[in-house]
């Protein structure tokens, strides 16, 4: 058995080398932390300082076989055995439950099994409780809303993105605080948390009466999204990729000939000299800062594809490699990344610069000012930022901050931070960078997130509506995907002109409209450009309906400014899921392929090809108007909508002020 202690307003408890500490963290929120090292540790996670003038009102009782810390909403328990529960104190609903297995068993509900030198594989195990759905955990490729019964891995992949934030139908969230490579089993018999490789456990749960306050309080203790930059709602041109400055200002200049409206225009990878070098190759684009001059007149920005890779032949390399700035290898030469580059017959092999480590990040920083923001470039598309390692070995990494199996997965979130920092310094206040990748805390350096290179296909389209809702749940309000999907889509051929329809017009009503891809037919392979991919590449036919989502997304724009508003204020994303509006009714946690688009607007997009009508679910407790032909249908009910190639259903609380805007468009079909 072990005892309890109090430290000011930390309940303790503590038996043989393992010492567990349970305290206040942020508004109905708390922080277990525990170890063996007999002290708190102070190791890279996600939680922000608590501020100075923090005096939460806490209620500790200690008694002989039990102890108790009350903060808020949220009461924390824990047996003299060590064994944690957590309750809901306005209700008295249990939320959470260590398990101990077997009671034979001399497995214990908290296992520090040692690894190697100071790290342990940490594990932690919970009762599964009957009827609980989950969501959150980040952007994942499995196809599903509600993860119970999943197993995810906790590392950062190429489409798969970890933010170990779990927001539970029993109304609490769950924050597995731990950069660590890992994995959580969300199983029908328990919960189970792993850490492969850690010094500590570390988890902060949160208790919440709906769960727009868990998505708040999560906010809160994470970072909120800074303000939504005004030119960020609109139109963004992409594609793999414009090969000279002179091909993509004459796309810009397309865009404005046709009065179509063109917010961003990217510069996708092999824009530069060797990977590393982090410049534009003066001799596809010899005048950067006049492109960025006549496209800023044209009301464009400029993004470029930023790598964090370094080749050996960069110009930077020699010097990070001597003053440490590369992540290592434990064994082996020190590349992590086979590809391709400039000047390199064959495959070509890099190194990641070390964004872990502070002196690292600075200087990537200075050479990205000194190529890039001194021409005017103030927007940056952060790929491959997992980083992408190849082949998948963390435990061969070696990190400024430990090794990989300790620290890998909080690479992007730093990565991330320095950007941020960096056009802080330098007085940029509308900060939004482009990442493939995040971790728990990445929205309070404006990170957008987009779904990585998914494939050009209905089921794919049907994957990433699932993917954009769950990381909507993890607190990455800003997120997008490639329109049309990244590979595979022939522009010439029927299906994908379908296909493009129906993503544009599900990606109108994502936060950020974004249109990329590596289209087919291809007539060299990459790095040369793939096929055309602009919003006049699909056909005729085609090209009238993206005509008109256009402009729709326009006038939408003034309501995504109001709903970007209240994710920087309260941490609640702009699309997310029927249940976060509509808790009380029981139906809406089964809906996996609709979502709302801020309070007013439903939307549930055509996922299947051929399909010109789909069902919809309309929430209880109010009346909805389809947003085209004005019916109005009580909720509560399932409807047959009309959904032919121009439309994609659309339904408005009726009180909405918003039908307008539709009817309008609506008129032009």
């Excluded at 939460?56 to 009782?61: A, D, F, H, M, N």
């Excluded at 620290?407 to 939004?432: K, N, R």
């Excluded at 055509?606 to 789909?614: I, M, P």
């Amino acid at each position: 058995m072990g005892y309890f202690s109090q430290e000011g307003n930390t309940l303790v408890w503590q038996e043989n080398q393992q010492k567990l500490w349970l305290r206040p963290w942020g508004k109905n929120g708390l922080r277990v932390q525990c170890n063996v090292a007999g002290r708190m540790l102070d190791l890279p996670q996600a939680l922000l300082e608590l501020p100075g003038d923090y005096s939460p009102e806490v209620l500790i009782e200690i008694e002989e076989e039990r102890a108790s810390i009350r903060h808020g909403l949220i009461q924390g328990t824990i047996s003299s055995s060590g064994r944690l529960r957590f309750t809901n104190t306005q209700t008295g609903q249990l939320l959470l439950e260590e398990s101990i297995g077997n009671p034979f068993s001399v497995s214990a509900d908290r296992q520090f099994k040692f690894r190697n030198g100071r790290l342990f594989k940490i594990e932690t195990r919970f009762k599964s409780q009957e009827g609980e759905r989950f969501f959150g955990l980040g952007q994942h490729q499995h196809g599903l809303l509600d993860q119970k019964g999943c197993v995810i891995e906790l590392h950062q992949r190429n489409t798969e993105v970890t933010i170990p934030f779990v927001v539970s139908n029993r109304k609490y969230g769950f924050l597995w605080n731990n950069p660590s490579v890992g994995r959580v089993e969300l199983g029908r018999n328990a919960t189970r948390w792993v850490a492969e490789g850690s010094q500590q456990l570390d988890y902060y749960i949160v208790c919440g009466e709906t769960y727009a306050d868990i998505l708040e309080r999560y906010a809160e203790v994470t970072g909120k999204a800074p303000d939504f930059p005004a030119w960020a709602s609109g139109f963004w041109q992409c594609k793999l990729r414009y090969e000279t400055q002179e091909e993509l200002l004459n796309v810009a200049r397309e865009y404005k000939r046709r009065g179509l409206p063109l917010s961003v225009i990217v510069a996708d990878f092999f824009h530069w000299s060797s990977m590393g070098d982090w410049k534009f190759d003066p001799i596809c684009w010899p005048d950067p800062a006049a492109m960025t001059k006549e496209l800023e007149a044209l009301g464009v920005k400029l993004m470029v594809s930023v790598w964090p890779t370094v080749s050996p032949i960069s110009e930077n390399y020699q010097f990070m490699t001597e003053r440490g700035l590369l992540i290592n290898n434990e064994y082996g030469v020190d590349a992590q990344h086979v590809f391709i580059d400039n000047g390199v017959k064959g495959p070509a092999y890099f190194a990641y610069y070390d964004a872990t480590n502070p002196e690292a990040r600075q200087f990537h920083w200075d050479v990205i000012q000194k190529n890039y923001f001194a021409n005017g470039v103030k927007l940056f598309w952060l790929d491959n930022d997992e980083p992408d390692i190849n082949p998948w070995h963390p435990e061969n990494l070696r990190f400024f901050l430990g090794n990989g199996v300790e620290v890998a997965s909080i690479y992007p979130l730093l990565h991330q931070m320095a950007y941020y920092d960096g056009l802080q310094a330098l007085g940029e206040t509308e900060i939004l960078t482009l990442s493939r990748s995040g971790w728990a805390g990445s929205q309070r350096y404006g990170a957008a997130l987009w779904s990585g290179d998914v494939a050009s296909t209905f089921e794919s389209l049907q994957v990433q509506v699932r993917a954009g809702l769950n990381i909507a749940m993890s607190g990455i309000p800003w997120w997008t995907t490639d329109i049309g999907g990244f590979h595979g889509g022939d522009i010439h051929s029927e299906y994908f002109r379908e296909l493009i329809v129906r993503w544009f017009q599900y990606a109108a009503f994502c936060p950020i409209f974004r249109l990329h891809g590596y289209r087919l037919p291809l007539h060299d392979p990459m790095p040369k450009s793939g096929a055309d991919n602009e919003a006049w590449s699909f056909g005729e036919t085609a090209y009238g309906i993206l005509r008109d989502i256009l402009s729709l997304r326009e006038r939408l724009r003034p309501y995504i400014h109001e709903q970007m508003q209240v994710a920087s204020q309260r941490g609640l994303p702009p699309m997310r899921p029927l249940f976060v509006d509509f808790p009380e009714d029981p139906v809406c946690e089964t809906i996996e392929d609709q979502f709302m688009f801020g309070p007013e607007m439903m939307v549930a997009p055509v996922l299947c090809e051929g399909a010109r009508e789909r069902e919809v679910y309309l929430p209880s407790g109010v009346e909805w108007i389809n947003a085209w032909d004005k019916t109005v249908h009580p909720g509560g009910q399932r409807i047959n909508v009309p959904a032919p190639l121009e439309t994609i259903p659309v339904f408005l609380k009726s009180n909405s002020g918003l039908i307008d805007i539709f009817h309008a468009v609506s008129d032009q079909h």
